[in-house]
Structures are given as structure tokens and as C-alpha cells.
């Protein structure tokens, strides 16, 4: 990612990389599969994801948050209904209740950019 920002925006090899990166809101790898799955969430939900991913999801109703249990540390926690309850449970409720996919996807990878490079500061 950091060499094909450098070739889109024309700089050096010398320049910071991180506003070159942030400008055309790409993800990192770990948001980029946070936003995958948060969109898979979204739609096992809303009853259009495949079956077998939408039936490995339990839902409490009442707070509408996603229960993922594991018993393995190590394996369990990067099974697809532990992972899928951490991040959309993580998310604002101004994301998880958009009306749409279409309406979810924008304000989901704005959110996902915020985080990854809110750490790291402009020179």
C-alpha cells in the first residue's frame, strides 16, 4: 500500500506516508477484514448473507448486541461468530442501526479509517 500511495501521489521515498494513505480512505488489512465482516453481520441481520454464516450468529434481542462464545483463546476468538460479535458490537449505534447496505458502508469505513490512523499524528 505504501509504495502504490507513493506512486499514485507522486512522492518521495522520504515523504511521511500516513497522509498520503489516509487521503483516499484506504484500510489497513485488519480494518479492511473488520469492514468485511461488519458488512457480512449486517446482512446475515437483514436475512440476504448465505445460511451458514447467518445461522452461526446469536443475537440478544433486548440490547440488540451479538453474543459470540468460545472456548478456546488461541482458535475460538478468530472463529467467524466471536470475531462477528466483537466488531459490531464495538461499532456506534449510529452505524448499526443505518437503514440500508448502501447507507452502512460509507459512514462504516469513514469510522474504520478514524481508527486506524487516530493513533498516528501528522508531523
Given at each position: 500500500m ?9 512522492a518521495?521515498?522520504?515523504?511521511h ?10 484500510l489497513k ?13 449486517y ?10 454464516p447467518?445461522?452461526?450468529?446469536h443475537v440478544?434481542?433486548r ?12 482458535v ?28 452502512i458502508r ?14 498516528i499524528h501528522?508531523?
Open positions: 505504501n509504495a502504490a500511495a507513493r506512486l499514485i501521489f507522486s518521495s521515498r522520504f515523504d506516508i500516513t497522509p498520503l494513505l489516509r487521503q483516499p480512505h484506504w488489512a485488519s480494518q479492511r477484514i473488520a469492514f468485511k465482516c461488519a458488512v457480512l453481520v446482512k446475515c441481520l437483514h436475512g440476504s448473507a448465505p445460511w451458514y447467518a445461522g452461526q450468529l440478544k434481542w440490547t440488540s448486541s451479538i453474543v459470540g462464545r468460545t472456548r478456546l483463546s488461541t475460538g476468538d478468530r472463529a467467524f461468530p466471536v470475531a462477528a460479535a466483537r466488531i459490531s458490537n464495538s461499532l456506534p449505534q449510529h452505524i448499526t442501526s443505518a437503514a440500508s447496505l448502501l447507507v460509507s459512514p462504516l469505513k469513514t469510522h474504520l479509517v478514524t481508527i486506524s490512523y487516530a493513533m501528522d508531523p
